[in-house]
């Protein structure tokens, strides 16, 4: 069964710095992986998604994220944090098979220090 | 383009009553997604349909919960008689019916039950 781990319930990262947050997944097959960010108030949005190809993917507000199939892995990066960066952060693991649902991780929490 | 809609944004009701929650999923998406959000559990996927036909809804909490899709543009989660521990962020998304297609999230519903 497919199953998605954030190892980190909460990070505090200073304004400025570079954040990492840790994404794991158990999938049998090649899967499809995103990231999502959520505000205070507010619903789940699409940071980016990984299919297939370059391994190292671009997303939106300067994120990126990088898939390691030996680790099963599929971490978020930014190399610089905005104190609007602050949120919960969502990985998700799908099957690829049509019409079925994303297994989404239990979300990470950023705040940023000034 | 518009999003995911869903209404009301807040609600307040006292415990017994019949709630009705309602999603417009984006247009031309064929999978919903109907999803329940607290600080102790996360966030649960409660059911997903596939052109309008439930597919799963094993995360249905409890027969109090029923949802129905009675066409492609249209969905309500209903809760009765209504419970204190359903107060939650009720959440709604849409995607395309191919699998590796992202999801598509509405702002929530903030349910609280007194």
């Known amino acids: 069964a497919q199953s998605v781990t954030q190892p980190d319930i909460h990070i505090t990262v200073s304004e400025g710095a570079s954040l990492e947050l840790r994404c794991n997944y158990s999938y049998g097959a090649t899967p499809y992986l995103f990231w999502y960010v959520q505000s205070p108030g507010q619903g789940l949005q699409l940071l980016l998604k990984y299919f297939s190809g370059d391994t190292l993917v671009q997303g939106i507000k300067g994120f990126e994220a990088e898939f390691k199939r030996s680790q099963s892995s599929f971490n978020l990066r930014k190399p610089s944090v905005h104190w609007s960066d602050a949120a919960e952060y969502f990985c998700?693991?799908?099957?690829?098979?049509?019409?079925?649902?994303?297994?989404f991780g239990k979300g990470t929490t950023l705040s940023v220090s000034s | 383009d518009a999003g995911v809609i869903q209404s009301p944004r807040h609600e307040v009701t006292e415990m017994g009553q019949e709630v009705t929650l309602r999603c417009k999923p984006i247009?031309?998406?064929?999978?919903l997604f109907w999803y329940r959000q607290t600080m102790m559990r996360g966030l649960e996927l409660l059911i997903y349909f596939n052109n309008n036909v439930p597919i799963d809804d094993s995360g249905m909490p409890e027969d109090r919960f029923s949802a129905k899709m009675p066409n492609a543009s249209f969905s309500t989660l209903k809760i009765q008689p209504s419970e204190p521990r359903d107060s939650a962020v009720y959440f709604c998304?849409?995607?395309?019916?191919?699998?590796?297609?992202?999801?598509?999230f509405g702002d929530g519903t903030r349910l609280s039950i007194l």
């Open positions: 998304a849409s995607s395309l019916l191919s699998g590796n297609q992202p999801q598509h």
């Open positions: 998700a693991v799908g099957a690829g098979q049509a019409g079925t649902a994303l297994i």
């Open positions: 247009s031309g998406h064929n999978s």
